[in-house]
């Protein structure tokens, strides 16, 4: 029997990402997928003949810069081209927009408030000073707060020297940004209900939270992280597709010796004397893995893959426990051709970036009353972007793909099935951005709908969560994935 040094199970772009630094560092690693593509939600796939839907993810920018410098990705065909801007049409005929050129932002911003154009400067400081005080955790293993380990003190003081640098000030804003909502943290910067409510959505993107839920605040920084070329708050499109990102990684991976094989479902991990042995696979091969990693979420991990009485069982009801709530669906497009905003008629740069269905503060809590209740928003928080406007490979010659990101679809609904609702869920997206471009109906080609229970079944995401758990306080940093997991033993 063929043994590996590491077994990855799932080859999505964290998995890939895993198995790429650990065959650079010598190892022996095997990355097993179930699907029969690669790329987990990080996937292009052509579902209507000439159009090539990036199926879930949808934007670059989280993936971290050391990542694409370290991997050399862009050796391995990731290109990132930059999102000109994000387009708010608003249902009065007005709109706003933010553009990557910082003047005119301003001047956008000062058409409706030159009170709002004076505070976003200072806004945008804080938050890149923030960012850079809370970028150095991602890359941190989380120390132990309950233990009396050297190794984990030294880790907890050099922690709180890290913070102490940030001086009072700027660790009193940490403070507050972690535990308010995104409505009453930018409600103290700006009046301008659409500048609020866009900038706010960034704050509920993934989450089961509105945007006066307390911790909203947290996300919104968290998206804020975002970089290309180290300039924060920046978003892209992988050219070919999202696709792109994940063939990138998996090709770094193979050059470093990693083997990927598709169509291998792990069906359950082996334990051995108390630790993984390798996995056995839906057809019952097995193989052996000095040790197994997964790239699945934990309750997928722990919950489905490994067998209950191989754990403890306090560790078991923390894992099903943890929050995963689905908050949201797709709708990928097949156009004709261009949206007319009218607001923004016809074409422009408008179009080459995203497009935000946020007109305010209170639109977007009401679209979570919904969920809160167990139906999908009837007026949805939509996130739009059209990719083929600056990337012309994903469609036929003047044809467009449209990626439509649609928040609040709860995973459990009140009446009826996601299977029997789709279709209605996907009728209220369009008539929702028809309101906002008149035309939208009688361009589509092709629609697909994916809910919260089809990001589970096809894609492996627990109840559609995108974050393998909410990101609130209480699940993040040495509380994730449960306590006393952190250092990932």
Sequence with gaps: MKAY??????????????AAYLAKAGKKVLVLERRHVIGGATVTEEIYPGFKYSVCSYVVSL???????????????????????????????????????????????????STDAEAYEHFGKLMHQLAMAVKPLLATVPPDPTSLNPRELFKLVRLGRHFRKLGTHLLYDLMKLMTMSSADYLGEWFETEA???????????????????????????????GEIDAVFRSWGWARGGMGSVSRALARAAESHGAEIRTEAAVAQVLIKNGRAAGVVLGSGEEIQGQVVTSAVDPKRTFLKLVEPAQLDPEFVRQ??????????????LALDALPNFTSLPGEGPHLHGAISISPSIDYLERAYDDAKYGSFSRR?????????????????????????????????LKEGSWPDRREEFGDTVVATLSEYAPNLKN??????????????????????NIFHGELSVDQLFFMRPVPGTMSYG
């Design 443 to 464: 361009i589509i080609l092709h629609r697909q709908v994916l809910t919260p229970w089809d990001l589970e079944q096809e894609f492996g995401l627990t109840e559609g």
């Design 380 to 412: 949805p928080y939509l996130d739009i972007v059209i990719p083929s406007t600056i990337d012309p490979s994903l469609a036929p010659p003047g044809k467009h793909v449209m990626s439509i990101f649609v928040q609040y679809a709860p995973y459990q």
């Design 319 to 332: 894992v099903s426990q943890i929050r995963m709530r689905g908050s949201f669906g797709k709708v990928n």
């Design 5 to 18: 040094d590491v077994i990855v199970i799932g080859a999505g772009h964290n998995g890939l990402t895993h």
């Design 195 to 225: 500048l609020k409510a866009t900038m706010a959505a960034s704050g509920i993107i993934g989450t089961f939270l509105g945007p006066r839920s307390p911790g909203t605040a947290y996300v919104l920084l968290h998206h804020y992280m």
């Design 63 to 113: 993936l971290r810069p050391e990542v694409i410098r370290e991997l050399n990705l862009p050796r391995f065909g990731l290109e990132v081209i930059p999102l000109d801007c994000t387009f708010t049409p608003l249902p009065d005929g007005d709109s706003l927009a933010r553009w990557s050129d910082h003047a005119e932002t301003r001047r956008e911003i000062m058409r409706h408030s």
